[in-house]
């Protein structure tokens, strides 16, 4: 009796701990939901703003080619911006959650090099067509980032079933550099038009015409996202350890099983539609941990906005540092990614030092 009375004096303790993880986390949430809104806000204004031609309000009124432009070229552009960052800093925040490891992110664990050689299988096959109004670059791309992020998730398991965050960062680079090595295979047996159509999809842009592309990317993304956030309480749990969790109630597998497939669905898309823009969800999940806490439940959705924001100014000042010619803004999410993820090694290193 005493031995019953003992378990169930500590699962009390449990539940109302966690009641008070959550009640802190809930409160952060209505702090950080209004100001990141905000400045989703002023950066969706800059880069409606911001551009080859700055935007003048009085010619959108008074000139039907100037308001066409803003309509189906500047407006789309920024929205795709929007979407693909938050896409990407989402799933980014779900991998380094599931995975334990900071280092995580679409980019680093090869999901995105496996994403770009299915699509350019796609392309190089003229595959570039709609399949009951879907694109088949979608789904080729998918398919290359499912299959990246289950090889390296079984790379860096041990014998024992242990995750190694070292193994896990080198399988990620060595399935990148398999990938590209693919991609450079494909380009080259290629004709010489779908050879440029590759090269000129993996430089990365967010150039747009009209919604219609933006819609059918809002058909895969939209459940993507539902089934990162259904899963925040769960990979909560998780950053505790897979025994701690699994004792909490939590299906381990299941859980890895559904973030897996719903942040290859994301990529996919986004990599498809943009090209292999890199470190976004290495950056705006690290920032918005460090500005709101170690919660994913506050962290899944502050990623989210702060993507979508991120992105919409990289891809601003992308338009603009050169004038009239324009940078991939992968490039530039790269030279701010790069020294992130070298800062982020460095401190893992000395933490594993301690």
Known sequence: MPSVQKSDSLSESVERERARQWGRAEVRLRVALPLLLIGLVLALL?????????????????????????????????????????????????????????????????????????????????LGVNFVGVPLIFIAAFVGAALSVLLVYRLARSGGGVMLPGALLLSGVVLNLCASAGVLVVQYLASYGRALQILRWLIGSLDVVGFDLIWKMLIFLLPGWLVLIAQARDLHLLATGEESAASLGVDVRRTERMVFMASSLIVGVTVSVGGAIGFVGLIVPHTARLLFGQDVRVLLPASFLLGAAFLVLADTLARVAISPGELPVGAITALLGGPVFLFLLRSQQRYSAM
């Open 46 to 126: 800059i880069g409606l703003y911001m551009g080859y031609q700055p935007l003048d309000l009085a010619s959108l009124r008074s000139d039907p080619l100037a308001r066409a432009v803003f309509l189906h070229l500047r407006l789309p552009r920024v929205v795709m911006a929007g979407l693909v960052g938050a896409s990407l800093a989402m799933a980014g925040a779900a991998l380094q959650a599931l995975f334990r490891n900071p280092l995580a992110d679409p980019f680093t664990l090869g999901v995105s090099g496996g994403a770009s050689l299915g699509a350019s299988i796609a392309i190089a096959f003229g």
